[in-house]
C-alpha cells in the first residue's frame, strides 16, 4: 500500500468526469432501489460532516449522496494496511438471510486460512454455533469483541448507529484485500462504503448491490462480482474508489 505522501499526490489528479456509455444507461433504466436508501448512520455522519466544515444544510438518513466528515475519512484511509487478509467477512446473517446465503456459499468454498468470518449474529458460546472453517472466528470472542447489537431498544441512536475508526472491526477491513458485501434488510449495505474507506475492494453479488440511491448507480466504482474470477487486488481500483470518496461523499 502507498505511503501517505505518495497517496496524497495521486489523490491530488483529477477524477476523470462520470461517462456513462450505452451499457450503463441500459442498466439504469432498471435500477433496483429497494424500499429505503435511508439510514440513521447517513444522517449522523452528514451532521458530523456539516459542523466540522461549517456547511449549514438540511441532513436527512436518506441523502442523495452518502456523506462523510473529512477527520473520519481520514482516520480510515490512514489506517494501517498491512492487507495480510485475503477474504473478509463480519456481519450478520439473519437480517437479511435470502440476501445473504450466498455468504456462506461463498466462504465454505473461496475462504483460507488467511480468511476472517464472523457471524455476529452469534452473541455467546451458549449458542453452539459450528464454524465454517479453520477461517471462521465467530467463537473467538477474546480476539474479536462485538458491538451491541442493533436489536437493542435504543438502535437508532448515535452510540449503536455510528462506529468510532478505532474499533477492530475497522482494523480487519484494512487488513484485508477484499470485503463481501451483500446487501441487506434493503438492497444496499452501508458495508460497501466501509469497504472502500479501508481501502479494500468490495465483493457483491451483482451491480445492484453496489448503490443505494439513483444518483449514487451513475458513480463508477469499482469492485468485484462474487462468480467471477480471479479476484486480483490492484492498488488502482483502491485509489480510484478513493477518489469517488472525496468527489462525491466528502465536504
Known sequence: ????????????????????DKLTRSKRMFLDIGWCTGYMALQYHMEDACKESGVNLPVSPSPPYALFPHSYVSALRFLEKKKKIDYCFIGSIDSAPRHRAWVL?????HFTENSVFINTDIRSLEDNYVPLGAFD??????????????????????????RSPNEQYFKVLSESRFVLCPRGDASWSFRFYETILCGAIP????WHDTYRAKEESCLTYKYLLAGKFPHVFDEGVVLHNYKIIDNYHVF
Open 137 to 162: 472466528r465467530t467463537n473467538d470472542f477474546e480476539a474479536f469483541s462485538r458491538n451491541k447489537p442493533k436489536s437493542y431498544v435504543n438502535d437508532q441512536s448515535r452510540e449503536a448507529q455510528l
Open 203 to 206: 465483493i457483491v453479488h451483482s
Open 1 to 20: 500500500m502507498q505511503s501517505k505522501l505518495n497517496l496524497e499526490c495521486d489523490l491530488a489528479k483529477p477524477l476523470p468526469p462520470i461517462k456513462q
Open 105 to 109: 456459499d461463498f466462504a465454505r468454498k
